[in-house]
């Protein structure tokens, strides 16, 4: 699987935008880029993905570079739940849904 | 809906002895996974299944089976469990093209 790369840390205030970087220069065009975090002593939760085209759901966004190597997840306004680790991972279409976390970007959110 | 159950949460084994994760999902899904997660670091793939009766080796699959004879069920075996395999470990389950379901995980101790 294609490689991602994600700062270590961010952090925010409590009810602005939080924009979380990820680059994946060596996706292949089949590639999906899939955003889960994980909250405290918790399994990790599906947030958002996406194949070329920006998204859009309940929880968050998901902007994709016109050359697909980077994309960064929004949060339009943090809350102090959204304090959690978050992962960008690439996964393929034949992978049987297999995903290769990597160390993520942890997220704080300060009141 | 209970979504995925593993059980037990806790557990502390002594070295050379077996236990047996139980992984439950009553949303029909095809596929499990059994992912394991050490202090600080992603989640790494053990095993897993796309199918009743099938089982396929992950990332780190050494010193552990699995079985899955119900499509509900994915169990994780230790036969002879050694203080490297100190992990959270966490079940997943999803269908073709959809997204990963966590459990809350299992916490094991191996003294």
């Known amino acids: 699987d294609a490689k991602t790369t994600q700062p270590n840390s961010m952090e925010s205030n409590e009810e602005e935008p939080v924009h979380l970087p990820c680059n994946h220069s060596t996706i292949s065009g089949t590639d999906y880029i899939h955003w889960y975090r994980q909250l405290p002593s918790q399994g990790p939760e599906y947030v958002i993905h996406g194949l070329t085209s920006n998204v859009n759901n309940r929880m968050a966004s998901l902007a994709i570079a016109e050359d697909r190597k980077s994309s960064t997840l929004i949060l339009h306004r943090a809350t102090l739940r959204d304090a959690a680790v978050y992962y960008c991972?690439?996964?393929?279409?034949?992978?049987?849904?297999?995903?290769?976390f990597g160390q993520g970007t942890i997220l704080t959110v300060h009141p | 809906n209970a979504g995925v159950t593993q059980t037990p949460k806790f557990r502390v084994l002594k070295t050379g002895q077996s236990m047996t994760l139980l992984c439950a999902q009553d949303m029909n899904h095809e596929y499990m996974y059994w992912y394991r997660q050490d202090p600080g670091m992603g989640l790494r793939l053990i095993h897993y299944s796309v199918g009743e009766g099938t089982t396929a080796k992950g990332e780190v699959p050494d010193g552990y089976n699995v079985s899955r004879l119900k499509k509900q069920n994915f169990l994780l075996g230790l036969e002879s469990a050694a203080p490297s395999q100190t992990s959270v470990y966490f079940c997943?389950?999803?269908?073709?093209?959809?997204?990963?379901?966590f459990g809350n995980g299992t916490r094991l101790t191996v003294t």
């Open positions: 991972i690439l996964s393929g279409g034949t992978s049987y849904g297999k995903l290769t």
């Open positions: 997943a389950s999803s269908n073709q093209g959809r997204p990963l379901h």
